[in-house]
């Protein structure tokens, strides 16, 4: 069976910051009732922000599939530091968002933390430092079954 995701409401607003995106969540909330289980997000932190004050309880998932092109882009064009760090950084951090199950996160963090001395002699810290702000929302999927780990199939049907 194919499940179809409607968006239930919409805004139109003329950036996607805090004050908006809290506007957009009030009108889920509070005038239809949206039962929120779960969101899925991009790494907007205004987003972010605005999902925990509008629905606190609700778990919040990371795209991971965001995430990890962000650091790619940033990395490819923006990054002005040695390059031999890149792809170590790229590596794991992609093994880690992808990751299996509970216990795989646990395992790689190890590899990670290992790694992280030569991240940061590489000018990484940046990316480091990222990466880390956000793990808290990269594993939730885990935890909440309902959501999936990336926003894929939801942005497909914003684009027309």
Not at 115 to 129: G, K, N, S
Request: charged share 25%; hydrophobic share 35%.
């Amino acid at each position: 069976m194919l499940k179809v995701r409607v968006s239930p409401h919409a805004v139109l607003c003329k950036t996607e910051d805090y004050e908006n995106w809290k506007m957009v969540l009030k009108g889920l909330r509070d005038r239809i009732h949206y039962p929120a289980r779960g969101v899925v997000i991009d790494g907007d932190l205004g987003l972010r922000r605005a999902c925990g004050e509008v629905f606190p309880k609700v778990p919040i998932q990371l795209c991971v599939r965001h995430l990890h092109s962000y650091h790619v882009y940033r990395l490819k064009y923006q990054f002005q530091g040695p390059t031999e760090g890149i792809k170590p950084f790229l590596d794991i951090t992609h093994k880690m968002l992808y990751a299996r199950n509970t216990k795989h996160p646990r395992h790689l963090f190890k590899e990670y933390n290992a790694m992280r001395t030569f991240f940061y002699q590489r000018r990484l810290e940046a990316e480091v430092l990222n990466f880390e702000l956000k793990m808290g929302f990269i594993w939730t999927h885990f935890n909440c079954p309902q959501l999936p780990r990336t926003n894929n199939l939801i942005e497909a049907s914003n684009h027309w």
